[in-house]
């Protein structure tokens, strides 16, 4: 028994010194110090001898297993310092390296404008809506009042894509889904893309638009004119003149086109404003009584005030950039230019 207890010592040892890593460390307990390991196989031996011997070689087993876990401890906390170390190592972190800088992002100058104008018209009490960018004809156009042979129907300008569905053209339409699912009186903007087959320097095949929309009892083109000035002072400067002029909207009556004094010269005549001093920013006008009773209310009780404005365009009016196009191309260099 001595004898085997002396290999199997020398064993343990040699093997131990070698051991590398955890892995290899709980393979080591396992094969010699587990319950099925080669200490334990040891006891068995036990069966074998002289029932005086016994209890002797059992002490000396059992004095030779504690030794052999002592050994095996110390091992086991050397090689967790060591992979310990070497973890540390590996993840160090060199907190002299000049850092990796990331450059901030910023609004796009069409959210800004949006954000500015629907500050301006929470503090006047409206909500936003937010509709779909693809409509149905009725909405788009015919509850619009824009009969079959509109040329704003013309497939030249939209974009159809079936016989009923289209990208919506404009804003507007949205003003029939408000009557058809909100309780007058209501006050809503309804900000968002609109799509038109059109590409130059001023028109972009998608583009943003603002529907402003009043349903309540009598109110009027004064009403109209004070809101869409107050829009023009907030948005541009507070001296900021507009100006109502007669024009046609299938869905309103009256119908006015709203300019503003010049936001480049003042009024004084530039090339911007082609040297008239002012400068077209929207559509506006009286909702056409048509509009209100094709929605199933009654004209003679709600009066109505709308309007449709060009984001981009005013973005490019406050931003001075002359090209549709810099603003939906994605140049950083051109974007970045925005940042406030
Ligand atoms: N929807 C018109 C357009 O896209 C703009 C417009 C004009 C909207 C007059 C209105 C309005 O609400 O009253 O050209």
């Known amino acids: 028994m001595l004898q085997k207890i002396e290999e199997l010592r020398g064993q343990i040892r040699d093997r131990l010194t070698a051991v590398k890593s955890s892995d290899e460390l709980k393979e080591f307990f396992t094969k010699y110090l587990g319950s099925k390991g080669a200490v334990s196989d040891l006891m068995k031996e036990l069966g074998k001898l002289d029932k005086s011997e016994r209890p002797a070689a059992g002490k000396l087993i059992n004095d ?31 907190i002299t ?3 990796e800088m990331r450059e901030p992002g910023a609004l796009h100058p069409v959210t800004m404008v949006f954000n500015q104008l629907a500050d301006i018209f929470a503090g006047m009490g409206f909500t936003v809506y937010e509709g779909t960018e693809i409509e149905d004809d009725y909405h788009n156009f015919t509850a619009l009042n824009t009969p079959q ?46 799509f038109r087959c059109d590409d130059d320097a001023t028109h972009s095949p998608m583009f943003h638009q603002m529907e402003g929309f009043v349903i309540d009892k009598n109110v009027s083109l004064s009403d109209l004119h004070g809101l869409l000035d107050k829009l023009a002072k907030a948005m541009f400067s507070p001296d900021t003149k507009t100006r109502f002029r007669p024009s046609f909207f299938p869905f309103t009556e009256p119908s006015v086109e709203v300019d503003i004094s010049c936001c480049e010269c003042g009024g004084k005549g530039c090339r911007l404003c082609k ?11 009286v909702v ?19 309007f449709g404005a060009g984001l981009d365009r005013i973005a490019m009016l406050k931003y001075g950039v002359n ?18």
């Open 64 to 94: 030779f297993k504690n030794e052999m876990m002592e050994d095996f401890k110390r091992v086991e906390a050397d090689v967790a310092n060591r992979e310990r170390a070497a973890k540390y190592e590996r993840e160090a972190v060199d």
């Open 97 to 99: 390296m000049p850092a």
């Open 149 to 194: 042979d509109h040329p704003a129907r013309d497939k030249q300008d939209t974009f159809y894509i079936t016989e009923d569905l289209l990208l919506r053209t404009q804003t507007s339409g949205g003003q029939i889904h408000c009557m058809e699912t909100m309780e007058p009186p209501f006050k809503v903007i309804m900000p968002g893309r609109v």
């Open 275 to 285: 040297g008239t001093g002012w400068i077209e920013i929207l559509g506006a006008g």
């Open 288 to 306: 056409n009584r048509n509009v209100i009773r094709n929605c199933g209310l009654d004209p003679d009780e709600w009066t109505g005030l709308a």
């Open 323 to 340: 090209n549709i196009h810099i603003l939906f191309d994605g140049d950083k260099r051109a974007l970045e230019q925005f940042r406030k």
